[in-house]
């Protein structure tokens, strides 16, 4: 398995909880994707290395911060303000090899490389 995911949980509206993803490969962008029951997978939120460029989707912006742990080869999606509106299972995908550019980060197909998924229920 080259990406664990784990973190997910039931979380009351207004909460807040970090996602970890733990690689065992390298990459140089690392993403998180969602998926709600009867809708397509979105966006969430991607950076990439080394120069740490970070995009958010619209709807989560400034309630999520991706980080790194160099050390542990685990990025963290952390997430607060949560809302019923979150409830999804939450992917990470790693791009590896070469560089991913700007204008890929928001795109699933630039990523070669998923975790399992971890689902995150937040109840009103």
């Known amino acids: 398995v080259q990406l664990q995911a784990s973190g997910g949980g039931l979380v009351q509206a207004g909460g807040s909880l970090r996602l970890s993803c733990a690689a065992s490969?390298?990459?140089?962008?690392m993403a998180w994707f969602r998926q709600a029951p009867g809708k397509e997978r979105e966006f969430v939120g991607a950076r990439r290395w080394p120069d740490r460029y970070t995009v958010y989707e619209h709807s989560v912006k400034g309630r999520a911060t991706i980080s790194r742990d160099n050390a542990k080869n685990t990025v963290y999606l952390e997430m607060s303000d949560l809302k019923p509106e979150d409830t999804a299972v939450y992917y990470c995908a790693a791009k590896t090899g070469n560089r991913i550019i700007v204008s890929q980060m928001a795109i699933d197909r630039a990523y070669d490389s998923w975790g399992q998924g971890t689902q995150v229920t937040v109840s009103s």
């Open positions: 490969v390298s990459f140089n962008a």
